[in-house]
């Protein structure tokens, strides 16, 4: 019999490689109806599964002109689909949540911000509205006449279950003809954390009893029409032997073969975007809480679908560490899974965040670990399908809580005879073979599929009556739809076209970096981690940025929006952009220059002592002055004069033995040379900085540089009371100027302003040094401008609401006088204005 398999796109091919080339065995005539997806689908699979089965044939599928009532539907859908993620199933899977608000039309979020509207009853009657609009919506007549030329007995979608259902537009037109339709659920996942099924379906496969469970009471999908097959794609694995041996596979991926190694498997990008920085992280803090682990090679895979940001990491400053393959790879082909294979099958034991990979890894017999961070809460415990992994038959999963409990898992696992795999077996019986370990999935999704094209086929299905009503009603809203289209096509374009230069961009980069840093001696496995940090930093800026709402972009840093592994190298340099000391004010320096800086940093020694004293430091593009064993600039000389001014207020006794871990709260418009200082002086503190998102470019990377061991926060990266979750640990954390609500931290013990309050409005100035008051920090300090600097007048005025402001008498460096290289028009900068060192002690009652 004839079967149409419609599918979004090549890609997903490869999930069900052994059921089509089983039908076709069987003797039916397969067509794949599937855009071709060249960058996740290299290998080809369907042309090559064409070449070894005359049966199969792939076709493209058709494309007609913008369909107004088609876009109509898939607003309708995307509606409905948003509206199960206000269910109380759903309450703690925030970053699902966001994922179906950034799908849903405006009208359905408008229509749902009252609590009224929220609630379950309305909710129900909501979806049943919608999908009623939609049932009676005219069929694209590209798709209806490419499904009645095919003609098949039975068509087959998957995945059917994104935002817009799409694929919902040929179970229409096969309903219409009388042909039987059949979902074929693509993975584990796509139940719980994608669209719902809006279709009726005469079939629906999903591998076991829980994923059943999920298509009966999350779907309504009628339970004699659900049928469990066991998961295909996986049935290879069983039967598979590696193909090299241990020693053989450690020289091929770069490890060493005397000692164990644990496999890291990385995740799609919307589980962990940030996963190249979390995984150094990782390795660095197991390596150090442990001696035998410290001996232990890692093996990093990276996702076939997420592995740019790999491109230019480089963990060669991480002994008995490897990323292979740097490219990721999709095993569709016996080279590839041998590869695949063979990295678990060798390794001690596997972890990973929350990954399909994990399951694969059972079916091999290893163990499998995973550590619920803060960071990936909202991507492990917040999504359903997770749990899957935690609790079918006990878990598959040796979860660990804390850094400790996940550093004695992994020290059990590497240790001879420590392995315990015990949790693999029952997980697998019931989540991938239901049917029994040894009874294939394929050849009982292939029996269901004939059982169905067994049936009488079903009639045709007219269009309900009241269609004609409803589509004189909506009409009116398919030219507007078409216009917004089109103009996202456009834009689309655009999109892939800067895609494209981005992509090459990136590979030249990672080419550049090792280049440039031969031609200045340095070390390549340095400049591949500078290049990896900058990235990480500027997708965590792009987030904040989102998140904290509309800003202007910081001019003065356009040159760091892409920077170059050059620029990177020598980072320091620019922090001239936002005031800072110019590298050009340091070359023939005139005589009296020097004298007059090296004598101003005497007077604030004798002063303050030489405890404060903190060099410029010599790496990424240093700079200054020679002076005795270090380097300076008027920069280490102001922050000199802040850290004595804060000596002389009486301010560092509170950071040096407070206790708690004292937290000090920085509104700023440094490039992050004054932090880098004071957490030198100060380790056990954690700095919190406010700036404006785009200054992170540079602070927040050379900062990272600077401390590789930090524990870092941005806002952005989930739910802003996550910030300040397991303090004791982190070393920085980064805020957006505008400070949104729930983002101030818990308690504060020291404010600071290092000329960034004055460009902010009054309202905003006023409301950070409340939440500073509020915090309970004792101190504030400013450096407050003598006269004439904008907004001067309105931070004074905010902090003498809730401080006693003294001057403090600091030596000061006359920075306007001393280096001649400093342009007039300079003078206005106001990091070169004439400044006072003002602290506030705070009021007892305001």
Known sequence: MKILFVMRTTVYVRNFESTLRLLAQRG?????????????DKADLITRLAADHPQIHHVVPPKGPIDGWTLLGEDLRRSVNYLRYLRPEYREAPKLRRRAVSYAPSFILDATRSRLMRTAPVLALAGRMLRTLDDALPINTVVFDFVREQNPDLLIVTPLVEPSAPQSQYLRAARALGIRTALCVYSWDNLTNKGLIQDPLALVTVWNEPMKREAVELHHVPPDRVTVTGAPNYDHWFDWKPRWTRDEFCRRVGLPADRPYVLYLCSSKFIAPQEVAFVRRWIEQIRTASPLLAATGVLIRPHPQWARPWRTADVGDLPAVSIWPLEGANPVDADS????????????????????????????????????????????????HFHHLRHVQGGVLNVAETLEEHVAQLERVVTPGGADAARCRPFVEAFVRPHGIDVPATPRLVDAIERLLAQPRPRPEPPPWYAGLVRSWLERFTAP?????????????????????????????????????????ADPAQAGHVAATY???????????????????????????????????ELRRYGALVGGSNPADYVDVPDAAKRQLRSHLRRLVQEAGDGLRVRESPAFGQFGLPRGDGVHTADTLMYFEILTALKFGAALPDVRKPPRRPIVWDATRDWGGFAYQFKTLFPRVTYVISAHPDLFLLSATYLRLQFPQAVVRFFGDGPADRLWTELETVDFVFLPQTLPPGAQPPYVTLGLDILGLEHLPPAQIEQHVRAV???????????????????????????????WLHELPVPQFDKRESLKRWSPTDRDDP?????????????RCL
């Not at 039916?28 to 996740?40: G, S």
């Not at 996202?488 to 440039?516: C, G, M």
């Not at 940025?545 to 990177?568: C, F, S």
């Not at 309970?776 to 600097?789: D, E, V």
């Open 28 to 40: 039916h005539d397969v067509h794949v109806a599937a855009e071709i997806y060249q960058l996740l």
């Open 337 to 384: 899974r041998a590869e695949y294979f063979d990295s678990i099958f060798h390794s001690a034991g596997v972890v990973g965040i929350n990954t399909s990979a994990q399951i694969e890894s059972a079916i091999v017999g290893r163990p499998v670990f995973t550590w619920l961070t803060p960071e990936f809460r909202e991507t492990q415990e917040g999504t359903l």
């Open 481 to 521: 739809l078409v216009r917004e289209e089109e103009r996202l096509i456009r834009k689309e374009a655009q999109r892939v076209e800067r895609l494209a230069d981005s992509e090459a961009r990136d590979t030249q980069r990672a080419q550049e970096v090792v280049a440039q840093v031969r031609v200045r001696g």
């Open 535 to 569: 990235e990480d930093v500027r997708m965590r800026v792009e987030r904040m940025k989102t998140a904290a709402g509309p800003a202007a972009d910081l001019a003065e840093l356009a040159p760091l929006r892409h920077a170059t592994p050059d620029m990177l190298l």
């Open 773 to 803: 008051f509020d915090g309970g920090a004792t101190f504030f300090y400013s450096a407050l401008p003598i006269s004439g600097a904008a907004g001067s007048a309105g931070l004074r005025s905010a902090l003498e609401r809730c401080y």
């Open 831 to 843: 990091r070169r204005v004439r400044r006072r060192h003002i602290m506030g002690w705070r009021k």
